[in-house]
């Protein structure tokens, strides 16, 4: 038997990242977003645009971690919707801006309390400074990550 180096699955970030991830993603899914035919990517778009306002499609991309071909589907797949609306920018007619429509808003208004009771639901039994730290490492890792800072080997 060759002497490989072992990893355990149960205590690995990767996969815990993962696990957890997948099973919020399908009770969100079921719980909330079916019933408005609406995907995770599609979510975190309107949570992106509902959290910081109007963006540029680019800096959509960017918040959500979705590539810019995807966005520009997803978004023409929300406008047709009616869940948001696109135009040019006011700086640059090379630039296209999404906005949240008022149907956007008000799906939001209903959306965002299901979104936090899965937060709830999925720390329950945490302190709460645990559940804060947890968060401020995830930032950090991902930082991290996108920016270069991880070690290479």
Request: no cysteine; aromatic share 4%.
């Amino acid at each position: 038997m060759t002497d490989r180096a072992r990893l355990d699955l149960d205590n690995y970030l990767p996969y815990l990242l993962n696990r957890v991830g997948v099973a919020m993603v399908q009770s969100f899914t079921a719980d909330a977003l079916a019933a408005h035919d609406l995907s995770i990517d599609m979510w975190r778009v309107l949570a992106a645009l509902w959290n910081r306002g109007d963006a540029r499609q680019v800096d959509l991309a960017a918040m959500t971690s979705i590539d810019a071909s995807t966005i520009s589907r997803l978004v023409t797949r929300l406008v047709r919707m009616g869940y948001v609306t696109r135009g040019r920018s006011k700086t640059s007619s090379r630039e296209v801006v999404v906005a949240l429509a008022p149907r956007g808003n008000a799906l939001m208004q209903r959306l965002i309390p299901i979104a936090r009771q899965l937060e709830e639901a999925a720390s329950a039994g945490l302190p709460a400074r645990d559940v804060t730290v947890v968060k401020r490492a995830l930032r950090q890792m991902y930082g991290n990550l996108v920016n270069g800072k991880a070690p290479a080997r």
